[in-house]
């Protein structure tokens, strides 16, 4: 019986009978009791996890509630926060698996994500906590579809997770060291159903990556890798290959370092064209001004169905990109641009005008101004933070003079002042449909 079924059997049971109602509905017992099951299971699934176990020592009836409430979580997050108590000699968190334990019993069957902070990795204790934690994890969470290891994988451990979970959909691992590349590599084999990946500081030779399923496998994200760096020149081969053997790739997202630029060039310029690839999202960490050396722009035209556009950072934002995009994207529905000097009227005009485009956010992005907005009027939503000459009368005039406007949040206006012109915004519009403006975290319907 899967987790799902248990649940609907289990709520089902939660009616409350006459008896049970007038003893609720007695006006001698504080309010909170007066609410039935079904309100009182609402309730503590808003809880926070040590909340949820102090809540069933109050009475009987809440400790059966509170079991059916733990049966709704699907998400688990286990770490030294909820999970443990702080260890002074060592100075640091330890995770209590007896707590762990019992809180799996109670939700372990309807879990399908479960997110693991390891601590204390300093001591002796860290390594075999990890292993007790995932031997738990097996035995209690059987319906388990996406789990995130966010602690450090040794050896020992990354054998016990490529024999036991191989039937996730969604991983996420960090810290993969040249050492376990080979088990890496029986994990990406056996894990025929696996849909997206996610590593995080991987170190390894990368010819671990050719295992992965290439009819399943739709999400790929890399971030700080070293396979980028100058030195491994020649693991660009393997990365490649994995491009020319997924067939089924929707999303790449690489976030990296400057010193991934003449790799990342070179795998992307080589590589096959992506016709599936329908989010590329490529971060920086040199913000504004960006290296001295930006990312070559010659392979936009193989994305040429690409939905969506995630742009970060000097090195890879800036008006040549820009301009290919515009010329081969024609696909193109989301925008999202932030942190980049090297942006300018002329370059963002040729985004803008894409015929698909719906959906545009800029955020640090100084050097665009007002000449823009005539081109933004076929949006339908618009983000724009921290972008200094866009003034006040560029928002007045992108609301008043678009058609299809249905969405604005701004972050250099303030409450009082939209406030103050609302009516006279109003007034000025050309379209009739509603339209929400979002100001200091405040919405505002026109």
């Not at 060592?90 to 007896?98: G, M, P, Q, S, V």
């Not at 966010?150 to 993969?176: E, G, P, W, Y």
């Not at 994207?329 to 005009?349: E, F, H, M, P």
Request: glycine share 2%; proline share 2%.
């Amino acid at each position: 019986m899967d987790g799902e079924t248990m649940s609907r059997e289990k709520i089902q049971k939660v009616e409350v009978d006459e008896r049970t109602a007038d003893t609720v509905n007695s006006d001698d017992q504080p309010d909170i009791f007066k609410l039935n099951d079904i309100c009182l299971i609402q309730i503590f699934s808003f809880l926070p996890i040590p909340e949820r176990i102090r809540i069933q020592r109050v009475c009987k009836r809440w400790q059966e509630v509170s079991a059916l409430a733990w049966c709704d979580m699907k998400k688990l997050e286990i770490g030294g926060k909820y999970f443990g108590f702080f260890n002074k000699s060592l100075k640091c968190e330890k995770i209590d698996l007896r707590i762990v334990e019992k809180v799996l019993r109670m939700c372990g069957p309807c879990l399908t994500h479960i997110q693991l902070n390891s601590v204390d990795e300093d001591s002796n204790h860290y390594v075999a906590t990890n292993k007790k934690l995932l031997i738990l994890v097996k035995e209690l969470c059987p319906n388990l579809k996406s789990i995130d290891f966010s602690f450090s994988i040794c050896r020992r451990t990354m054998k016990f997770i490529a024999d036991n979970f191989t039937n996730l959909r969604q991983c996420s691992i960090v810290h993969v060291r040249n050492k376990l590349d080979d088990l890496l590599s029986i994990f990406l084999l056996r894990s025929k159903n696996l849909e997206s990946i996610s590593l995080y500081s991987f170190n390894t030779k990368g010819s671990c990556m050719l295992d992965l399923s290439a009819e399943t496998i739709k999400h790929i994200t890399l971030r700080d890798c070293n396979l980028f760096l100058p030195e491994n020149l020649s693991h660009v081969c393997c990365y490649i290959s994995v491009l020319q053997n997924v067939n089924a790739l929707e999303t790449l997202s690489i976030i990296y370092s400057r010193k991934i630029i003449a790799n990342l060039d070179t795998i992307l310029r080589l590589a096959p064209e992506q016709s599936n690839l329908k989010t590329l999202k490529i971060q920086s960490r040199h913000c504004l001004y960006g290296n001295r050396k930006a990312i070559n722009l010659s392979y936009m035209h193989k994305f040429t169905n690409l939905h969506t556009l995630e742009l970060r950072g000097g090195d890879v934002l800036h008006d040549e990109i820009l301009v290919n995009v515009g010329q081969h994207c024609k696909n193109l529905q989301r925008a999202i641009l932030t942190c980049s000097r090297r942006v300018k009227d002329s370059g963002l005009q040729h985004i803008a005008r894409l015929p698909k485009l719906d959906y545009l956010e800029l955020e640090a992005i100084p050097w665009v101004t007002k000449k823009s907005v005539p081109h933004l009027l076929e949006l339908k939503s618009f983000k724009c933070r921290r972008c200094e000459r866009l003034d006040e009368r560029s928002y007045r005039l992108l609301i008043e003079m678009s058609r299809n406007l249905e969405y604005i949040e701004v972050g250099s206006w303030s409450y009082s002042r939209v406030l103050f012109i609302r009516y006279d915004i109003k007034k000025k519009r050309v379209s009739s449909h509603p339209l929400k403006l979002c100001v200091d975290g405040r919405t505002i319907q026109f």
